[in-house]
């Protein structure tokens, strides 16, 4: 171990641990970016750079860095009870508080919601993946086990574990890892800006997509399709806003065919849409949520996925016979996390942040389109709440994009970087992301979009010869 400990701590992270979604070549040849602190809507390197974090982490750091009393409420959860599991009918006061909490909120903020329980993970993607075999015990419980098949879309993210993985539309995700596996089947992208044929407006556009859902239903049988999963706003794929009409097409699809309808709010949960859910924005109706980031503000690893009265229905009502439900985490309901979670809320609705994100989202449209939409490579600003996108293209009167193989938005997100302001370069489109910390106020939303203006400019150079080449 001596000769370990004359290494730098970049050498150290080089030769040692093995990083989630990064390049492992970048990494030995450039070394990783190392951040020591944070406070309110910043974050600070080791090499003292201070940046506003314009990604909020990923989408998750809701309530701002460093909030004492996320800490204290920790602090005193992990001395009162560090740990329960709640398995075999266990469990403790936090976790119920949180659970009766969800369902009171998500019941009073989405108007014609039937929620009956609230299950506990860790990630988003355990979330998805406790959806995914929800879907599968629901069906066999009622007698149609042929009734498995997931539709999800192209251009989604619903996580990376082999069955979340799967749902996941982006193809990156699945290079040389053998995925999707069988029983995923991935619709068109809803994306008019991208997506949408000439003349076609989003009503028509919104038609086509359901008239292609519902050929994939009758192509492989309605009594084969379990459920469709949805995010109410594309995250990862490019902050893609749903064409008007079609989440309220999609559910009477889903009704007709006796199809689950799955929302992902791992993104669009806890305000980031300017109102509680993403459900509530968009009318959803779903029969199953997955929630997490925003349910601690990533102060602590938790989801949780709520289930409607005509899943819990069936499985209640078979339970005599079933006997124990064979799923869960051993820290599904962590009662640290849960009080943590809970005093997230609070914090929430103390300082009105899901109102601070409905008054400032048009601040930071109008930001961004003042000051970068007359670049002659941004295509389209788009976002609701704090939830935003710059999408580049290489011509704007047609839309054509910049060569296969480059990577615009990756350029332009380095130099933002040097100008001290995160902004993530999104994997499906050439997008640069925007989803600060509900916390944050209308002059560091000035300071951010002036200091990604000026990054732009100083990538220009670099996005011409992309062209020139």
Request: a negative charge; aromatic letters at 8%; one cysteine or more.
């Amino acid at each position: 171990m001596n000769d370990r400990i004359n290494l730098s701590l970049a050498d150290l992270d080089r030769t040692s641990l093995f990083h989630p979604v990064s390049s492992i070549h970048d990494i030995e040849v450039n070394g990783p970016m190392i951040y020591s602190g944070a406070k309110g809507v910043e974050v600070t390197r080791d090499t003292g750079q201070r940046l506003i974090d314009m990604g909020a982490g990923l989408w998750c750091v809701n309530v701002g860095y460093g909030r004492k009393e996320l800490a204290e409420a920790s602090s005193k959860a992990m001395e009162a009870l560090s740990f329960q599991h709640f398995f075999g009918s266990s469990s403790a006061e936090p976790t119920i508080r949180l659970a009766d909490r969800l369902l009171t909120l998500f019941r009073e903020t989405v108007p014609g919601s039937d929620m009956a329980r609230v299950f506990f993970g860790t990630s988003g993607s355990d979330a998805n993946d406790t959806a995914f075999k929800l879907v599968r015990y629901y069906n066999n419980l009622r007698g149609k086990p042929a009734k498995k098949k997931i539709i999800a879309r192209k251009g989604a993210y619903h996580g990376l574990t082999l069955a979340s993985g799967s749902l996941t539309g982006i193809s990156a995700y699945h290079t040389a890892f053998d995925l999707p596996i069988e029983g995923v089947i991935h619709a068109e992208c809803a994306h008019h800006y991208a997506f949408a044929e000439a003349g076609e407006d989003e009503a028509a556009f919104a038609d086509r997509l359901v008239a292609e859902l519902e050929d994939i239903i009758a192509r492989e049988g309605a009594d084969s399709i379990a459920a469709f999963i949805a995010e109410p706003v594309m995250g990862t794929g490019g902050v893609f806003i749903p064409p008007a009409t079609y989440f309220e097409k999609v559910q009477a699809l889903l009704d007709k065919y006796d199809i689950l309808m799955i929302a992902d709010e791992v993104i669009t949960g806890f305000g980031r849409t300017g109102q509680w859910f993403g459900s509530g924005t968009y009318g959803l109706r779903p029969d199953i949520v997955s929630l997490a980031k925003g349910l601690t503000s990533a102060y602590f690893p938790m989801s949780a996925s709520i289930v409607s009265n005509r899943i819990w229905d069936v499985l209640a009502k078979a339970s005599p016979e079933m006997g124990v439900f064979m799923h869960g985490f051993t820290y599904s309901g962590h009662p640290v996390g849960s009080a943590v979670a809970l005093a997230n809320l609070d914090l929430m609705e103390r300082e009105g942040m899901v109102g601070n994100a409905a008054r400032l989202g048009p601040v930071l449209l109008d930001a961004l389109r003042a000051k970068v939409g007359d670049n002659p490579y941004v295509g389209d600003i788009r976002g609701v709440g704090l939830m935003a996108a710059v999408e580049f293209v290489a011509d704007k009167a047609t839309k054509q994009r910049f060569p296969n193989g480059t990577a615009p938005h990756k350029i332009v997100a380095k130099h933002a970087m040097e100008a001290g302001i995160l902004t993530r370069a999104l994997p499906f489109l050439p997008v640069t992301a925007f989803s600060p910390p509900l916390s944050i106020s209308k002059a560091e939303i000035d300071e951010a979009t002036t200091r990604y203006a000026k990054a732009l400019d100083a990538a220009m150079p670099e996005l011409q010869a992309l062209l020139a080449g």
